[in-house]
């Protein structure tokens, strides 16, 4: 099961699908108010935290009677994976976690997610007075600058694409949740993929994370930006079909 991360949608996975297929059953989907997902679904309420989005995931999985699932999630949606499979853990066999934070705040002296909350709050404020002018910031530097320009394009046009009215409410949801006290609860085999150069999550909250989840082992990639299974795609699969044996 392949969920993606904030301003994305399951278009994002197509680096990595290719490899996936040919042996693996491959759940995609978008997130309400993502992609091709149902708008007239969203509810305010329901998304103003991640726990309404780890519901879209058991219901999803409730729907197709979904059993031993590989979650593999990006960024934020690690946090909804794995929200989900403390919920309801017999679903799950594994959860694989691209570029995760469990908290993007600098929350000194115990934690420093890499942001303050006034550079957060200002990139929130950015979405409205110009919210193609934030996508053009974002993209590069979620990213990464050293990737190619058409990866960069590629993650610009989805955020363009994403509707401000859902977009927003999920950024602030993303970039304000703090899930660090989950991640102890969380006991099933967890791989945690971090790229050594991530704009968003360093080596060190993958590092904190690593600690913190009783089951849990850690691939530091060589690799620039937050998106390695869009920068990265072979290593990825490499690494997960030796975690998923």
Not at 111 to 124: C, P, S
Not at 155 to 183: N, V, Y
Not at 238 to 245: G, P, V
Request: aromatic share 12%; hydrophobic share 45%.
């Amino acid at each position: 099961m392949l969920a993606h991360g904030f301003g994305c949608d399951q278009q994002m996975w197509c680096h990595l699908l290719p490899y996936l297929v040919e042996k693996y059953k491959v759940v995609l989907f978008d997130y309400v108010g993502c992609g091709a997902s149902d708008y007239s679904a969203y509810d305010t309420n329901r998304y103003a935290t991640l726990d309404g989005y780890a519901q879209d995931v058991l219901d999803i999985c409730e729907a197709l009677n979904l059993k031993d699932v590989i979650f593999v999630g990006h960024s934020v949606s690690i946090m909804i994976g794995m929200r989900a499979a403390i919920q309801l853990p017999h679903i799950f066999s594994k959860l694989v976690m691209v570029c995760p934070s469990p908290c993007f705040l600098n929350l000194p002296p115990d934690y420093m997610g890499g942001f303050d909350k006034a550079d957060l709050e200002e990139l929130l404020n950015l979405m409205d007075k110009n919210y193609v002018g934030w996508a053009n910031y974002l993209a590069p530097l979620v990213m990464g600058q050293d990737n190619s320009a058409d990866l960069i394009q590629e993650l610009e046009t989805s955020f363009c694409s994403t509707d401000p009215k859902f977009a927003k409410p999920f950024a602030k949801t993303t970039f304000f949740s703090d899930d660090r006290a989950q991640l102890a609860k969380l006991m099933l085999p967890t791989l945690i993929l971090q790229s050594k150069h991530d704009n968003l999550a360093s080596t060190n909250v993958g590092e904190y994370m690593n600690n913190a989840i009783p089951d849990a082992k850690m691939h530091i990639v060589d690799a620039y930006g937050h998106c390695l299974h869009m920068t990265n795609p072979a290593t990825v699969f490499t690494l997960f079909e030796d975690f998923a044996a």
